[in-house]
């Protein structure tokens, strides 16, 4: 009889051994199962992205990595292939990412909408920028104008390409322009070397050192959506879906409206 049972055990050793691995899997902790996203961002959204990540990161275990740069950086990281699950651009940007199959059809999100606003050294004298006769005056009145270079960045390129036109002084502030590569144009009126930058308020808000004293006037504005998409060979698009409905949930929305980005409701 002993023989037996120790027949019997050993017969069903195999099957007890399939069952109590199952039922560790289901007993492991779910940051376990974390996995990481890797987003390719513009840099208009660093900073309701700095504070809203961590929140993600807590509530789901998931790690999420972001690498920023203007609009025209991260069109360069995709052309090249670099590795990523989520993209955010302007949503112009997403519609030429997915003609060129960098993003997956049908997956873009918008996420909220910024202006282009105008700022000086913090306690300067703010010029008058009501209107586009009065912006003109400021513009010719400074030293210099900071702005993102025209060919990296959405907010530079309507200003130079747009912007100045429309006023008739392309040349003239052309020539005693500041072009910010990356991050904020507003860093080059801290330091001294400009007395107006012009950049999407989102990323002139920032800055210590300096005012943000308005937007340009209406019919020279452009305001700006930004919106989230699946990368085409996203390894984590599950988790990457996630994260796109966490940020645009109201508590989302209010972080991006904190910031400058008049997020949609």
């Known amino acids: 009889m002993a023989a037996e049972l120790t027949r019997h055990r050993i017969r069903r050793s195999p099957l007890m051994r399939v069952l109590g691995a199952a039922a560790l899997l289901l007993a492991m902790p779910a940051f376990a199962l974390a996995v990481e996203i890797k987003v390719l961002s513009a840099g208009a959204l660093t900073q309701p992205l700095t504070e809203l990540i961590p929140q993600f990161e807590r509530a789901t275990n998931n790690k999420v990595t972001i690498v920023y740069g203007t609009a025209g950086a991260v069109r360069g990281m995709l052309e ?20 060129h199959g960098w993003v997956q059809p049908d997956s873009r999100v918008d996420l909220a909408a910024v202006a282009i606003g105008v700022a000086v050294r913090k306690g300067a004298s703010a010029p008058d920028i009501s209107t586009p006769d009065a912006l003109k005056r400021a513009l010719l009145d400074a030293k210099a104008v900071a702005y993102v270079d025209p060919t990296r960045g959405t907010s530079g ?30 860093e080059f009126v801290r330091r001294g070397e400009a007395d107006i930058a012009i950049q999407q308020v989102s990323e002139l808000l920032p800055v210590e050192g300096v005012t943000v004293i308005g937007l340009l006037p209406d ?47």
Do not use: N
């Open 80 to 99: 090249k292939g670099d590795a990523a699950d989520l993209v955010m651009l302007p949503a112009e940007g997403i519609a030429e990412a997915d003609k």
């Open 157 to 186: 390129r309507h200003f130079d390409s747009v912007v100045l036109p429309t006023l008739g002084i392309a040349s003239e502030v052309r020539a005693k322009a500041k072009l910010q590569t990356e991050g904020s144009a507003a």
């Open 219 to 265: 019919s020279l504005q452009k305001f700006t959506t930004y919106s989230a998409a699946i990368a085409a060979h996203a390894a984590a698009s599950d988790a990457a879906r996630q994260l796109v409905t966490f940020l645009t949930t109201p508590a989302g929305k209010a972080v991006f409206k904190a910031k400058g980005m008049d997020a949609k409701m």
